[in-house]
C-alpha cells in the first residue's frame, strides 16, 4: 500500500456543499496538507482554491490521482460519479475517502470490495454520525441502560434539495436515511431481520416523507422518522431504550439561552442544516481517518458497513413498493 510520510497530502474531488466542509475540516487538522482540488467548474475550484491557500487546482480529477504526492482522495462528488472515481483512485494506490453513499447500486458496491481484499485498509465511508460526539457518546455509554430494546431515530432536513441533486442521489433510501440505517445498524450491534418502510410525497415528485421500522436479530426494534422538509431547522434526534434506562440525544440550538415571559418561553431555534450540526463529526471523522492510516489499522467505516447500509435501504425501497415486511 502507499507509504505516506508524517505528513498526509490529500486531494478533494467536488466542491459542493460538502466538499466545502471537508476542507474547511481538514484545514483544522495538524499533520495533513490539503495540496489539490477538483471540480467541474472552473470558476469555483478556483474561488476556492484562492479562499483556502490550496496550491493545485484542476477541472478534470484525474490530474488529482496522477499526482505521485498525493497519498489520499476524499471523493465529494454527486453519487452517481462514485464508483467511477472510487475504482481510479484505488487503482492509482490512493488511499480514499468516499461520501455516503459508496454508490446507489449494492453490485457496484459489490464491485469495490471483491476488487480488494484488503480494502477496509484502504477505503473509508463517510458515515459521519458516528463520530458525532454525542452520538459516539450515547453508542459507548449503552451499557449504562442494560440490554436495548428500542432505538428512535428522527432525521428531518430543513428544505428538500435541488431535482439536480435529487436525480443523482438515488432515491430518499439510499440518500437520507442511508445516515440513520447505519446508525441503527452501529447503536443496535447487530444485523436487521426484518424491515417495513412506508411513505409520502409531500413537497416533491419523489418520496419525501418515511417511516422505517426495523427488527434486528438481537430482538432490538428501531424507528426511523425521515422528512425531506421540516419548517422549523434540521431535526436531528436520537432515543434509545434499554431495560435499566434512556439516553436521549437532543436537538442542537443556535444558543441555549433561553427567555422566560408571562405567557411564553422563548428559546433559539435549531442549528439550520449539517454543516452547522454535524461540523464537529467531520473533523473527528478525519482524523479517524488519519489515525487508522497512521496505525494501520481497518478504517471504522467501511465499504461493508456502506453494503449492509445499502441492503437495508434498497429493502425500504422494495418495502414501499410492494405494501409488505421484507425479510432479509
Ligand atoms: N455526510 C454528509 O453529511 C453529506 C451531506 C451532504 C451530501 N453528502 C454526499 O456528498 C455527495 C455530494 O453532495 P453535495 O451535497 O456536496 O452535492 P453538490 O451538488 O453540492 O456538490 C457536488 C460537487 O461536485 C462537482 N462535480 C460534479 N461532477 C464532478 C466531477 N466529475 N469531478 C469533480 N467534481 C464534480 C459539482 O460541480 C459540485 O460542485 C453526495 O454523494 C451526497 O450524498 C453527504
Same mark, same amino acid.
Given at each position: ?10 486531494? %478533494? ?49 484525474? @490530474? ?27 487503482? @492509482? @494506490? ?25 480494502? !477496509? ?52 433510501? !439510499? $440518500?437520507?436515511? =442511508? ?7 452501529? =447503536? ?29 436479530? !438481537?430482538?432490538?426494534?428501531? !424507528? ?58 467531520? %473533523? ?20 461493508? $458497513? ?23
Amino acid at each position: 500500500m502507499h507509504k505516506v510520510d508524517t505528513q498526509l497530502k490529500i486531494g %478533494i474531488i467536488g466542491l459542493g456543499r460538502i466538499g466545502q466542509v471537508h476542507l474547511a475540516a481538514l484545514k483544522t487538522i495538524k499533520n495533513v496538507e490539503v495540496v489539490a482540488l477538483s471540480d467541474i467548474s472552473l470558476d469555483h475550484v478556483k474561488k476556492t482554491a484562492e479562499e483556502y491557500q490550496i496550491p493545485h487546482f484542476y477541472t478534470d480529477y484525474h @490530474n488529482i490521482l496522477r499526482r505521485l504526492d498525493i497519498d489520499a482522495v476524499w471523493i465529494c462528488s454527486p453519487t452517481s460519479h462514485h464508483f467511477t472515481q472510487v475504482m481510479e483512485a484505488l487503482g @492509482n @494506490n490512493k488511499y480514499v475517502f468516499c461520501e455516503k453513499p459508496l454508490d446507489a447500486d449494492k453490485d457496484k458496491i459489490q464491485t469495490i470490495i471483491d476488487s480488494y481484499p484488503d480494502i !477496509n485498509h484502504r477505503l473509508m465511508v463517510g458515515f459521519n454520525r458516528r463520530f458525532d460526539p454525542d452520538f459516539a457518546n450515547a453508542k459507548t455509554t449503552l451499557k449504562k441502560i442494560g440490554k436495548p430494546v428500542i432505538i428512535k431515530i428522527t432525521s428531518r432536513d430543513p428544505f428538500p434539495p435541488s431535482a439536480e441533486y435529487s436525480r443523482q442521489s438515488g432515491g430518499i433510501y !439510499n $440518500d437520507m436515511s =442511508i445516515h440513520d440505517l447505519d446508525m441503527a445498524r452501529f =447503536i443496535s450491534e447487530s444485523e436487521a431481520e426484518q424491515i417495513i418502510a412506508i411513505g409520502s410525497r409531500n413537497f416533491t415528485e419523489d418520496t419525501d416523507t418515511t417511516l422505517i421500522t426495523i427488527k434486528f436479530k !438481537n430482538g432490538v426494534i428501531c !424507528n426511523i422518522d425521515n422528512s425531506r422538509k421540516a419548517s422549523y431547522g434540521y431535526d436531528q434526534r436520537l432515543e434509545i431504550l434499554g431495560d435499566q434506562g434512556m439516553i436521549s440525544v437532543e436537538n442542537k440550538k443556535i444558543s441555549h439561552t433561553r427567555f422566560y415571559f408571562e405567557n411564553a418561553i422563548e428559546s433559539s431555534v435549531l442549528e439550520p442544516f449539517f454543516l452547522e450540526r454535524y461540523k464537529d463529526s467531520y %473533523i473527528e471523522e478525519a482524523k479517524a481517518f488519519i489515525t487508522s492510516i497512521k496505525e494501520k489499522k481497518e478504517f471504522p467505516s467501511t465499504a461493508e $458497513d456502506a453494503l449492509k447500509a445499502s441492503l437495508l435501504a434498497d429493502a425500504c425501497a422494495q418495502s414501499l413498493e410492494q405494501q409488505k415486511l421484507i425479510f432479509l
